[in-house]
């Protein structure tokens, strides 16, 4: 279980790389409409990931004993906005994400309780994000910079 869920977490951190080399988004936070779509695209064309996701419906810290799998996630993650944005993430901006990544998680369970995903609760968990990021940041909302 702890290799899928690794495998898992490479192959969504691989393909957001991927995504964000090629993408011309402003800001980091532009990013998470891209991270919360190639979330839902894995669910849907993985079994193994939407069952496993980052192995948090075996145990919460199945991906590193020390800490939980959203902050395992969330650390990559940080390196993955200093490496294409070429920022360093604020303490407050690393805790925005964490918020994020809890909130998105439980959100888009509730949205895969439809077997393909509710396409309308996917689109209120990006609502929520970016207002989320506008109300604790100060980030723009509204389409990224594309």
């Known amino acids: 279980m702890q290799a899928l869920a690794q495998r898992n977490l490479d192959t969504y951190l691989a393909r957001l790389a991927d995504v964000l080399a090629c993408s011309r988004l402003a800001h980091w936070w532009d990013m998470i409409d891209v ?3 190639l979330y839902v695209d894995l669910h849907r064309q ?3 990931f939407r069952v496993i996701r980052f192995g948090d419906v075996v145990d919460t810290h199945l991906l590193q004993p020390e800490e939980d799998n959203d902050q395992v996630l969330a650390h990559r993650i940080f ?6 944005f070429g920022v360093e993430l604020s303490a407050g901006e690393q805790l925005a ?3 994020l990544i809890k909130a998105a998680d439980a959100v888009t369970q509730f949205a895969f309780r439809d077997p393909n995903g509710d396409p309308q609760i996917i689109e ?8 989320y990021l506008q109300a604790r940041l100060g980030a723009p909302t509204g389409p990224p910079g594309c």
């Open 35 to 37: 991270a919360i779509d």
């Open 46 to 48: 993985i079994p193994g």
């Open 79 to 84: 390196a993955l906005v200093q490496s294409r």
């Open 97 to 99: 994400v964490v918020v």
């Open 124 to 131: 209120e968990t990006k609502l929520l994000m970016n207002a």
